[in-house]
């Protein structure tokens, strides 16, 4: 760093995510910590620039059934203190009004934009709970499209119509920007990425991780099971945000999620073009005062590189202003194979 470079402190973190300020680029992503107040307080306190709460899930009470909530519990265990704050899906009241109070809450106690996220199965849900959040006074919705395209009847083209009409109508009815959390297994993702967009969507939210169940030979039972991210996750989001960036409207909101642990892979996210990143996995294994630590990292890189200000960064690596776009592309995948260095002899 030269002695002209700007000092960490000086470096402004601020950004802009579906048309609301954010003092930070770290957003705290949906995950049993944004359900707890006193999780979301000291996320705040730390510095986050925005929390998703967990997603209302209209079939939540099937969660039960499914085993979905017992998957997403075993997440709640990596960071011990954050058991016991699930939703009891036994005390009786409606699941909805639950989440609508826990949403109040949030809003009433917190300074930083809350966004909601929902995942509905059908259309109705989908519009009904959408306009519901944003009469709670949610800032923004998330919806979560996690969905596996299972059935060997329905095709990507049927599926994709329908999620579309989806998106649409809730555009149309919320009266907040609607993200879209996607999924990055598409057939043609970047079109299907346009797509959301055309519908209304103000936001893409880049990507949703798939959790892979288990087999427990014991029982021949299927267990569902959440694993926590690792850094090396980065690079599929990372290449679909470069990708993305300079092909979507610029006012089109990307939010990266899936393997941030650090202020690098926050770097990097950024410099693709991502307008915010959404941390689930590092948060849950360190605790909420991580935020403090990734945001001191993020700062001190862009100062020892004479960055004043996320903006500055913002999108210096995309596809579009990369030497070569191929590189996110093809990864130079033949390049890539050759330098394969061989360990055995
Ligand atoms: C235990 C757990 C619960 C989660 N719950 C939700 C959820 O309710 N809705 C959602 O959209 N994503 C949910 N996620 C996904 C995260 O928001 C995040 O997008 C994903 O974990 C990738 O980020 P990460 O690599 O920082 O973990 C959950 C993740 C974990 C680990």
Known sequence: MTETSRGAHEIDL???????????PIVASASPLTREPR?????????????????????????EETGLSAALEAGAEIFPEALGYFPDLTDGTDVAQRYVASLERAKARLSVPVIASLNATSGGGWTRYARLLAQAGADAIE???????????????????EQLALVSEVCSV?????????SPYYTATASFAQSVVSAGASGLVLFNRFYQPDIDLETMAVLPKVELSRSADLGLPL???AILRPQLDADVSIALTSGVHSGTDITKALAVGADVVM???????????????LEEELRSWLAAHEYGSVAELRGSVSA?????????????????LRSFELLAR
């Open 174 to 182: 919320s009266g907040v920007p609607v993200a879209v959390k996607l």
């Open 39 to 63: 999780y979301l307080a000291r996320l705040a306190e730390a510095g986050v620039g925005a929390v998703v709460l967990p997603s209302l899930f209209e079939e939540e009470v099937v969660a």
């Open 239 to 241: 290449r679909w945000t």
């Open 320 to 336: 579009a202003s990369a030497e070569s776009p191929e590189a996110f592309e093809r990864a130079n995948y033949v390049r890539s």
């Open 14 to 24: 601020s950004t802009s995510y579906l048309k609301l300020a954010l003092s930070s």
């Open 143 to 161: 919806l979560n499209m996690y969905f596996m395209a299972a059935d060997v009847r329905r095709s990507a083209a049927e599926i994709e119509a």
């Open 279 to 293: 941390i689930a996995s590092e948060l849950l294994a360190a605790g909420p005062e991580r935020v403090r630590s």
